[in-house]
């Protein structure tokens, strides 16, 4: 029988995604813009309810019932809403695992980035989603049967298709715009350097004139 007792020196981890996905509604019969999903579910459409008790989201205190409870997989609310703001979404295990709750904070996005909102197409989905790891460490051998139940197949699939839209693909390509920021602002630090310095020399000069001015009075 089981007793709880704990895997000394194991670790494991477990990939998740959650975040949200908006779209405007194309008609708006009351003051609600957009249609919205906050989620959270394995990258690959993996089961991830063998490992998880219950998900609750906390969402705005404008909407009715605002805590949100699900004790089967999908774990998502569909609303609408007019307005963006942080979403508490808590896991819980179940309680042969002996682990407290995790809460995860995410900015229901419904509008796209400043940047693009000129020429973001109507009708275009805009997502805020993030992918992370829950990691255990000593976990109860019954709860390491749960964690490795489902864990068959690739972990996070190479290209993004329906549901499961963190992959290989969309990580390297955060990759590069993050590179290429970092090589921008390098080129601007480099750029103000190199002014700052002129304009050291520059003072420098002036005030070797104005000793010499001061000097020949
Ligand atoms: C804001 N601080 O002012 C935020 C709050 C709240 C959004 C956003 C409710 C919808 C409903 C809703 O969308 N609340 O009650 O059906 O932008």
């Known amino acids: ?110 509008y796209p980035p400043d940047s693009q909102a000129q020429t973001w197409p109507k009708g275009k989905p805009v997502n805020n989603f993030f992918y992370d790891e829950l990691i255990f460490s000593d976990p109860t051998e019954e709860f390491f049967d749960a964690l490795t139940k489902s864990a068959a197949g690739p972990e996070i699939p190479l290209k993004a298709t329906g549901n499961h839209i963190f992959s290989l693909e969309s990580e390297a390509a955060e990759c590069k715009r993050l590179e290429s920021a970092v090589s921008q602002v390098t080129e601007k630090y480099n750029e103000y350097k190199g002014r700052a310095q002129a304009a050291e020399i520059e003072i420098a000069e002036l005030r070797r004139d104005i000793a010499a001015l001061d000097a020949a009075r």
């Open 1 to 110: 029988m089981k007793t709880g007792k704990r895997l000394k020196g194991v670790v494991i981890s477990r990939p998740i995604v959650y975040g949200n996905i908006a779209i405007e509604l194309p008609t708006q019969k009351s003051n609600n813009t957009h249609k919205w999903t906050v989620f959270l579910r394995g990258p690959n459409g993996q089961d991830i309810s063998s490992f998880i008790h219950k998900v609750e989201f906390k969402l705005h205190e404008t909407f009715v019932n605002n805590n949100r409870a699900f004790k089967t997989a999908p774990y998502e609310v569909t609303e609408t809403g007019w307005g963006e703001f942080e979403i508490i979404t808590k896991i819980y295990f179940p309680l042969s695992s002996g682990e407290k709750p995790i809460s995860l904070y995410h900015m229901l996005k419904l």
